[in-house]
């Protein structure tokens, strides 16, 4: 199974989506970051999922634990609330993506796991969608990385 780490990004200035692709190992096999034109948080977080799971499809990874930080879009994909209309096509896009995978997982993780998602989605690549491979990406996101790959612990002052 690989795991789909997926976030969504709005700035004053920029709507972004990003998200990176690993093994179950924790190698990394790709990261993928695209410029948005919705300005919806949501819409971005939605995004992300869309396009990481065309991604894992297009390389044949049908078995895939999809990790995303934001609660309202891991609820709207498993149904567990209803879906604003302004979403529900991007919804529907993914359901269909969805059947397409032979084992699934869906779930929230909190912002401190998901910060190599965080940190590909604020990357600033002009217009358009990239795709990097691990030789590619930065030094600071290969850190990001291995703190998840070294189970690092956060704690979470209330």
């Known amino acids: 199974m ?10 004053a200035y920029r709507a972004a989506y990003g998200g990176i692709i690993h093994h179950a190992t924790g190698d990394p ?5 695209g410029k948005g034109v ?18 894992c499809l297009e390389r044949d990874l049908q ?12 609820d709207i994909i498993t149904g ?6 302004s979403v529900y096509v991007l919804k529907c896009q993914i359901s269909s993506l969805l059947t397409q995978l032979t084992h699934l997982e869906v779930r929230h993780v909190w912002r401190e796991p998901n910060q190599p998602a965080d940190f590909v989605a604020s990357i600033d690549n002009g217009d358009g969608e990239t795709i990097i491979y691990p030789p590619d990406f930065p030094e600071d996101l290969m850190r990001l990385i291995h703190n998840d790959t070294d189970r690092k612990t956060y704690f979470r002052i209330p």
């Not at 567990?80 to 209309?85: H, I, K, L, M, Q």
């Open 38 to 55: 919705e300005t919806s948080v949501l819409s971005m977080e939605l995004l992300a999922i869309h396009r990481g799971v065309a991604l």
């Open 63 to 74: 078995r895939v634990s999809i990790r995303s930080d934001s609660k309202l879009a891991v």
């Open 2 to 11: 690989v795991a789909l780490h997926c976030d969504g990004s709005l700035s």
């Open 29 to 33: 096999i790709l990261a993928y970051v």
């Open 80 to 85: 567990a609330v209803s879906c604003p209309w």
